[in-house]
């Protein structure tokens, strides 16, 4: 597919396609949800599969130009309860869906992830399912020889509710002032301290250290958000983190647990590796991560799309192709 074939032709192909499709956001997504059927589905059941992504396919209206949710969103509109496409399945980021914000954040007891063959991730975004303790020690003990590892691993693990009130409420601010990768360029790891062996963002410290023109507004947001992440269960503020950014921001955190760990042996050494983890691609790190999740589904885990992939496999052992 390329942007030339826009959602009716693809609504049109997916009717006569003896295939069961899967239609995801972009090119990431496809990657992990290939893999995730990897280790799900029989050889034989994968073959009748194919995977699309929404950003192949061209928009018809000013919001579908723009944002391939609203693709998918527009294609399931036209598509459901009609038997001619019942091989196929759409999977969505879930975002901030159905979230309510109060004095602590909760979900909506009525909300659901599924609507017949429409799926929403339970998180955030697709990477939210990698962003669980074992599944981030186990990616970031790989991704690292340094000596101090180990020391920096239990840092990490003994802070990991107050690393997620941190992530959380960086994401909830970028998302109250519209620019989500704002984080991404103004959050180093150097900016995170340690204080009896917790783990802290000082917001103000921050501040007085920065001098674009949101600083200051992300500051008071981030301030007046932080009793309500305090007072969230940690599940939630793991599916309230916006999946690209907590994966970077979890990188520089670890890169300053690394720090931590090693600079009362070797100051010049510690800072060496933690900036050397620090500069590790996004690619790199998310690749590891996506690993180690295949290798807690393999060892039991149920952190997945269950009910998608069971209704996949039910759909791909009765076709005949």
Request: net charge neutral; with cysteine.
């Amino acid at each position: 597919m390329s942007l030339e074939y826009n959602l009716s032709h693809y609504v049109t192909s997916v009717k006569m396609s003896k295939n069961c499709r899967i239609l995801v956001e972009g090119k990431d997504d496809k990657a992990h949800f290939a893999n995730l059927l990897h280790i799900k589905i029989d050889d034989k059941s994968r073959k009748k599969i194919k995977i699309d992504t929404a950003e192949q396919l061209k928009g018809e209206c000013r919001k579908t130009a723009k944002c391939n949710k609203a693709k998918i969103e527009d294609i399931y509109i036209r598509t459901k309860d009609d038997k001619q496409y019942e091989n196929l399945f759409l999977l969505c980021d879930r975002e901030f869906e159905n979230f309510e914000i109060d004095s602590s954040i909760s979900e909506n007891p009525d909300f659901s992830t599924v609507k017949g063959n429409f799926y929403l991730t339970e998180g955030h975004s697709f990477e939210n399912y990698f962003l669980f303790e074992d599944v981030l020690v186990n990616a970031f003990r790989y991704l690292t020889s340094y000596e101090f590892k180990n020391k920096a691993l239990d840092i990490f693990k003994n802070n990991f509710d107050e690393v997620f009130n941190i992530v959380a409420n960086i994401c909830l601010t970028a998302r109250a002032m519209e620019m989500a990768s704002y984080p991404n360029g103004n959050i180093q790891w150097e900016d995170f301290k340690i204080s009896n062996n917790c783990i802290s963002l000082p917001i103000d410290d921050w501040y007085l250290s920065k001098k674009d023109v949101h600083c200051e507004r992300f500051k008071n947001i981030y301030s007046d958000n932080r009793e309500i992440v305090y007072k969230t269960d940690q599940s939630v503020c793991i599916k309230i983190s916006r999946g690209h950014t907590a994966i970077i921001l979890l990188q520089r955190i670890f890169a300053f647990c690394l720090y931590v760990a090693g600079k009362v042996e070797d100051k010049d050494e510690a800072l060496r590796e933690a900036n050397r983890f620090k500069k590790l691609s996004e690619t790199q790190i998310s690749a590891s991560l996506s690993q180690s999740w295949l290798d807690s589904l393999n060892k039991g885990s149920l952190n997945y799309p269950v009910d998608l992939v069971l209704k996949i496999s039910t759909y791909t052992s009765k076709t005949i192709i």
